[in-house]
């Protein structure tokens, strides 16, 4: 689902989609309170070192576009058992510090995503396709990763490595804000941060006591299905996902 963003929105991140991974951070700078990060009118976004809270503040800023987007379930015993399993695979992340939020979305697609400093949605789509609980402990555990990873944060860097702090002239914390979400839930990832993830979240499985199996066995499940969910549309070729994570199994990793 397409985001409503701000004019020119588009056009910006049509110029920072085209650059690659890799770029070098920015030099450090004193961190700020997300909303003191404009100066003279230019954003100058202090990414290289951002702090959790930081990256809080902005997820919740991001959390208002997605509830003007999405239908959020408010069937309590759905979103707590969502919640229960979340918890459980933070506590094993290594960024078990972030205060975790987790979310059902009223949608049959089969599909999840993060934005960052904590917000995980999980499509009810997702909950009806998945066999057991461990299997959604592999699609919510390689979400976490993302976060852990800092993945939208790294795309912002990129983003604005590309087209340089001129070019963001003018925009204000909400276009920001957009810039964000639409990186987070309509562009894909990197190949290299999705094998990460992939590698991310079959640690947080094993420490949470989820059998990693289920990873493999619930993206085999998809590719079984007459037409590829969206859950894999944004996601490197799922047969070789496949074969990594089980080599990664077999491995002991």
């Not at 070019?167 to 987070?184: E, F, K, N």
């Not at 894999?232 to 496949?242: G, K, N, V």
Request: proline share 4%; with cysteine.
């Amino acid at each position: 689902m397409k985001s409503r963003m701000h004019k020119g929105v588009s056009l910006i991140l049509g110029l920072g989609t085209a650059c690659t991974i890799g770029l070098s951070s920015l030099e450090p700078a004193s961190a700020l309170p997300w909303q003191q990060l404009i100066f003279n009118g230019v954003q100058l976004l202090q990414l290289s070192n951002i702090s959790p809270q930081q990256t809080v503040a902005l997820g919740q800023n991001i959390h208002q576009q997605v509830k003007q987007n999405y239908r959020l379930d408010s069937n309590s015993k759905t979103n707590a058992y969502v919640n229960r399993v979340g918890q459980r695979l933070a506590k094993a992340s290594n960024c078990s510090q972030i205060p975790f939020r987790f979310y059902v979305v009223r949608d049959s697609s089969i599909n999840a995503f993060a934005t960052t400093g904590g917000y995980v949605y999980v499509h009810t789509g997702l909950l009806n396709a998945v066999d057991n609980e461990d299997q959604l402990a592999s699609v919510i555990g390689h979400e976490i990763a993302h976060i852990c990873n800092n993945d939208l944060i790294n795309k912002l860097k990129q983003t604005q490595l590309a087209q340089g702090a001129a070019s963001l002239a003018g925009l204000d914390q909400s276009a920001v804000t957009a810039i964000a979400y639409q990186l987070a839930v309509d562009l894909p990832n990197s190949r290299e941060a999705e094998f990460n993830a992939d590698d991310k979240g079959l640690q947080y499985m094993r420490r949470a006591g989820y059998n990693p199996k289920a990873m493999p066995a619930f993206l085999r499940k998809l590719v079984r299905q007459s037409s590829a969910p969206s859950f894999l549309s944004s996601h490197p070729a799922t047969q070789e996902r496949i074969s990594v994570i089980e080599r990664k199994i077999a491995n002991g990793r």
